[in-house]
């Protein structure tokens, strides 16, 4: 199962591919994840990613493109992967294209989740994250048990620097000019199919496991 995970920030496809990764056991590649880690460690990776990323802009492909490189030479991704949050621009995905091709692999399906604008403003503007373990909650539709506090690790749960509303507006300009382009690429290859990311958690993961089910992929 080799899937790319797209849609608008804050539509749920993080959330998603948590889920579809575990449940296949499938590493999950999230170009956003890594950054942050790199953001977090200070490394130079980090250093360089960090201006971009609070001004809910991107980083240049060519650093997106060389992360994801390495993590799918990694032999845990031959059986398969998700990539979550990449490619977000059309040239990342030729540069995908081409490594798959090298590796003799090719993507199976591109799952592009939707949902209105004003949902996901209220999706991004209520999430909680966890900056030790990289859990994601909701204020009112995934609450933590203890507010304000992981779940998971017991660590406390703080607001994304880009998920504050200033930043929210440019991250929407950014996937609307460099990310949706590449449903239409997609489309134009047989490779996409979309999923309504509206409602539940679970209901989106039924809708999506049903897709894929329909495409011999579960
Ligand atoms: P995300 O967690 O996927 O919303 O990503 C958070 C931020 O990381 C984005 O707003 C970008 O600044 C950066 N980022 C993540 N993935 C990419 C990518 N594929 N290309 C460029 N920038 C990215």
């Given at each position: 199962m080799r899937l790319v995970f797209l849609g608008a920030p804050g539509v749920g496809k993080g959330t998603q591919a948590e889920r579809i990764a575990a449940r296949f056991r499938h590493p999950k590649i999230s170009t956003g994840d890594i950054l942050r880690e790199a953001v977090r460690n200070q490394t130079s990776l980090g250093l360089e990613a960090k201006a971009c990323m609070d001004q809910g802009k991107l980083v240049p492909d060519a650093v997106v493109v060389g992360i994801v490189k390495e993590k799918l030479a990694e032999p845990s991704c031959a059986g398969g992967f998700l990539l979550d949050g990449?490619?977000?621009t059309v040239k990342q995905a030729e540069e995908l294209a081409v490594v798959l091709k090298t590796q003799g692999q090719r993507l199976d399906q591109v799952v592009n989740f939707t949902v209105s604008r004003e949902e996901v403003v209220r999706r991004l503007s209520g999430r909680r994250s966890c900056p030790k373990c990289g859990a994601v909650f909701h204020v009112d539709s995934a609450p933590p048990?203890?507010?304000?506090?992981?779940?998971?690790?017991g660590a406390g749960l703080v607001q994304r620097n880009d998920d504050r509303k200033e930043t929210v507006e440019a991250r929407l300009s950014v996937y609307e000019e460099q990310t949706a382009p590449l449903i239409a690429y997609y489309r134009q290859r047989d490779a996409l199919s979309e999923v309504d990311g509206s409602g539940s958690i679970d209901e989106v993961h039924a809708r999506l496991l049903d897709l894929l089910a329909a495409r011999g992929l579960a």
């Amino acid at each position: 199962m080799r899937l790319v995970f797209l849609g608008a920030p804050g539509v749920g496809k993080g959330t998603q591919a948590e889920r579809i990764a575990a449940r296949f056991r499938h590493p999950k590649i999230s170009t956003g994840d890594i950054l942050r880690e790199a953001v977090r460690n200070q490394t130079s990776l980090g250093l360089e990613a960090k201006a971009c990323m609070d001004q809910g802009k991107l980083v240049p492909d060519a650093v997106v493109v060389g992360i994801v490189k390495e993590k799918l030479a990694e032999p845990s991704c031959a059986g398969g992967f998700l990539l979550d949050g990449f490619p977000r621009t059309v040239k990342q995905a030729e540069e995908l294209a081409v490594v798959l091709k090298t590796q003799g692999q090719r993507l199976d399906q591109v799952v592009n989740f939707t949902v209105s604008r004003e949902e996901v403003v209220r999706r991004l503007s209520g999430r909680r994250s966890c900056p030790k373990c990289g859990a994601v909650f909701h204020v009112d539709s995934a609450p933590p048990k203890q507010a304000g506090i992981c779940d998971r690790c017991g660590a406390g749960l703080v607001q994304r620097n880009d998920d504050r509303k200033e930043t929210v507006e440019a991250r929407l300009s950014v996937y609307e000019e460099q990310t949706a382009p590449l449903i239409a690429y997609y489309r134009q290859r047989d490779a996409l199919s979309e999923v309504d990311g509206s409602g539940s958690i679970d209901e989106v993961h039924a809708r999506l496991l049903d897709l894929l089910a329909a495409r011999g992929l579960a």
